[in-house]
């Protein structure tokens, strides 16, 4: 388990899992074979699975230690959830070791003072709750969880993000809205400091309210992107949109914002679900970007 210092913070890799996900052509609706010729690395197989041709998907979390605080930057898939959403069959009913990785980097449950979750969907707020005597209830009893409060508001409202992904309502009930109910959830807003070095940027497109993560320490600076970024694929192509994104353009501009940000400031990304390393570099070329997968 690799652990990464940045300045006061340091960061580690949770897994909750790494397997197959998505056909590249069912992903990205504008998805061209011809960029494995053009960026061969993302052929090989810690990216693009050889027998079955699917991208290597991790489900994981970021674990972010400071001396007073540690954070979990999303929380994957969730065990014991009914997931029926076409698509997702493999989120249903899981039975992972999430809890036992985690202590194997030395945190228990009730260590974690903070969560961040970048948005609300199904494979970034699973573990927020755990199942106990029939309830659903906050995995990180001491945790302070933090919601952007656009986010929390559009999968509220009867006109927000369930019209046009109802199979997220499951979602909102066992893994978002009893952590509400107890009353650990904070509501930040774009621009917001969570702490000292550590701060949030609204970075709609794949959902309204959805953030990234910004870490700054001493001459470090990192970004953990949510679904800014889903592969690394988009890096070289930043025009290509997952089909789960819900303003086309907007995920354009702000991938494209990230990246250059990123790019300009020499940044580490932290994605939710590159393949290994799982993190690594923007760089500039004559006519996009590419990603350096971080040195071992």
Known sequence: MHTIALGAFTVTRIE??????FDPG????????????????LAEPNFLDPASKRLMSSMHSWLIRTDSHVILVDTGCGNHKERHTPGFERFHMLDKPYLRNLAAAGVQPEDVTLVINTHLHIDHVGWNTQLVDGRWVPTFPN???IYGAQEFKHWRSPEGGLVGMPGNGPVMEDSVLPVWEAGQVELIEDGDRILDGLSVE?????????MFVRLESDRHAAYFTGDCLHQPMQVARPDWNSRFCEDQAQAVATRRRLLDHAADRGALVFPAHFGAPHTGYVRRTAETFRFEPLAA
């Open 16 to 21: 909750e899992m790494l397997t197959p996900g």
């Open 26 to 41: 069912f992903l990205f609706p504008a998805y061209d074979e011809a960029i494995l010729t053009r960026n061969p690395e």
């Open 143 to 145: 945790a302070r969880y």
């Open 202 to 210: 609204l970075a709609p497109g794949h959902t309204a309210g959805q």
